[in-house]
């Protein structure tokens, strides 16, 4: 991203600012951060083509952005990927769009699981009542599967995705590759969307990219990053760019590993007192309760993860998703690997990456390992322990089941 366009976006984003504007009154059904109060940064990726609608989300401040994609039809109107929150704010962002290309046409909901992502899609059509809705196969809500409609869907607009893409009315301008890996107790869908004429592939969760610097989204609201900046609850929270970064890194290690390795947790006694001793006990600073402490080499891991920007499979997904049918995700990910793209957006943490075809599928290279966590991902198997740690446990409650072996074609 262009520094200078980035500092003008976001001094452009701060005028007449309203509070009122960053509502979101349905936050209870998912309490996540930053709640009721949501702001949206919208920034340009391909002139007149392609924007992004970037807002944060997460837990105890382990905040990442949740990304919403916007893109220009040839024939007019707009398409919309993974909608986020439809704050005022950023309909008003939509409506200058739609002021200048059309109508929205369609909205994808890219994904079966990801409740982040779907929670949005219901009053983000009702904005736009003139788009239709596809939505990825074998949508499911917890603890009862219910139909659409009770969750919130348009009945008369909303449409399963066909399962040949040519079926599909945006099929002159987009491919997609449906995957769809049954989990017992529900299933896990993504469908990954190629743009044809700007070259750019559109994935949910499958793929991400940690950038080394905090994504723009964060100048709006850094408070996470400083938060986590510290090192213990006595240490005053400090607003620099040093820390800013120093943030953004302790909060990418939280938000792919959940328990890094280079991560202790003191106890609650202590933490305790340490909170009477902090200069900020405020609410907003969780009354100064900060059970945490970080080794002293940290920073190698967050260099592992970082790994100059290439694109990699989460291990969570890693771990307990992908393995449950490796022939499918490869298979889906060779198809990838043989359209023409030149970047890719994911819904979370670096945008646009940088990206080929091979480099897409050499992040599936795990699954065709005997250990997935190879030699040359030794940091990243140090880290993954509490992951794989999990995985035993739930396949030993009978929540979760052992990995498959794959023989894709």
């Known amino acids: 991203m262009n520094a200078q366009k980035c500092k003008l976006e ?26 009721g109060r949501r702001q949206t940064y919208c920034h340009e990726v391909v002139e007149d083509t392609i924007w992004t609608f970037d807002q944060l989300q997460g837990i105890l401040y382990t905040i990442v952005p949740i990304r919403m994609t916007v893109i220009s039809l040839e024939t007019g109107g707009l398409l919309v990927y993974a909608p986020v929150a439809p704050t005022k704010e950023c309909i008003g962002m939509m409506n200058e769009l739609v002021a200048s290309y059309g109508d929205v046409k369609y909205i994808i909901l890219p994904t079966s699981s990801g409740l982040e992502h779907k929670i949005f899609v219901g009053p983000f059509a009702r904005c736009f009542p003139q788009a239709q809705v596809f939505v990825a196969p074998h949508q499911w809500s917890f603890p009862f599967n ?3 409609s009770w969750l919130g869907f348009p009945p008369k607009r909303t449409h399963i995705l066909p399962e040949n893409p040519s079926l599909a009315p945006m099929s002159s301008e987009f491919d997609y590759a449906i995957l769809d890996i049954d ?43 400083l938060f986590h900046a510290r090192d213990n609850a006595l240490e ?12 953004w890194e302790r909060i990418s290690l939280f938000a792919i590993y959940f328990r890094p ?14 909170a009477l001793k902090a200069p900020d006990r405020s609410r907003k600073a969780y009354f100064g309760v900060f059970p945490f402490r970080w080794q002293e080499n940290w920073q190698r891991s967050f260099a592992a993860l970082q790994n100059q920007g290439r694109p990699f499979v989460a291990p969570i997904l890693q771990t307990l998703i992908f393995p449950q049918d490796p022939t499918q995700v490869l298979n889906w990910a060779n198809q990838i690997a043989n359209w023409d793209f030149q970047q890719i957006i994911a819904c979370h943490f670096d945008s646009p990456i940088q990206a080929t075809p091979d480099q897409f599928r050499q992040a599936f290279a795990f699954l065709e390992q005997k250990d997935s966590m190879s030699e040359n991902h030794s940091l990243l198997a140090e880290d993954s322990k509490y992951i794989r740690e999990l995985e035993a446990n739930l396949i030993r409650w009978g929540i979760a089941t052992p990995p498959k072996e794959g023989n894709y074609q």
């Open 236 to 247: 005053a929270i400090e607003d620099n760019e040093a820390n800013r970064r120093k943030g």
């Open 146 to 148: 219910l139909p659409l």
């Open 183 to 225: 989990l017992g107790r529900g299933s896990f869908a993504e469908v990954a969307f190629l743009h044809k004429r700007s070259h750019t592939l559109l994935v949910t969760d499958s793929v991400v990219s940690i950038p080394q610097e905090p994504p723009a989204i964060f100048q709006l609201d850094p408070y996470p990053l």
């Open 261 to 274: 390795s280079t991560l202790e947790t003191i106890g609650l006694g202590q933490a305790f007192r340490d």
């Open 10 to 35: 976001l001094k452009a984003q701060k005028r007449h600012i309203n509070l009122r504007d960053w509502s979101w009154a349905f936050w209870p059904a998912l309490p996540l951060y930053p709640y």
